[in-house]
């Protein structure tokens, strides 16, 4: 069974780093971008064709966009409704501090302690 959780201690800013700590499932849903445009499904991804290329494929491509993006404003985006209601830190140190309590009350936790950096201000 996974759990598909962790212990996640997000870092933002520009001029001055802010870090906030949050036990999450289902990180990957920060890079889903709801506004791309909505695609057919391939195909003829796997072992089907192996002649295709989901580099050019572009089914593959929209999907990739969709839920990979890799544009930070899609992630800071996400990130705001991720950590919302999290306490600010503004060292790192104490984020960690706050990531090993969170991880101590946690039974599973996957994925154990993480950081996601994001170059954009909360
Ligand atoms: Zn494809």
Avoid at 78 to 104: I, P, S
Wanted: with cysteine; charged share 30%; proline share 2%.
């Amino acid at each position: 069974m996974s759990a598909d959780d962790g212990i996640y201690i997000l870092e933002t800013g520009i001029s001055k780093k802010e870090y906030r700590v949050a036990h999450l499932q289902a990180i990957e849903n920060i890079a889903y971008d709801k506004d791309a445009p909505d695609f057919e499904w391939c195909n003829q991804s796997g072992s089907i064709n192996k002649n295709h290329d989901f580099r050019t494929c572009p089914s593959c491509r929209a999907r990739q966009k969709k839920f990979h993006s890799d544009d930070p404003n899609v992630h800071i985006r996400n990130a705001r409704d991720m950590w919302g209601n999290c306490q600010v830190f503004t060292t790192e140190a104490d984020a960690m501090h706050k990531a090993m309590e969170l991880y101590r009350e946690c039974c599973i936790c996957e994925y154990g302690i993480q950081t996601i950096a994001i170059e954009r201000d909360f």
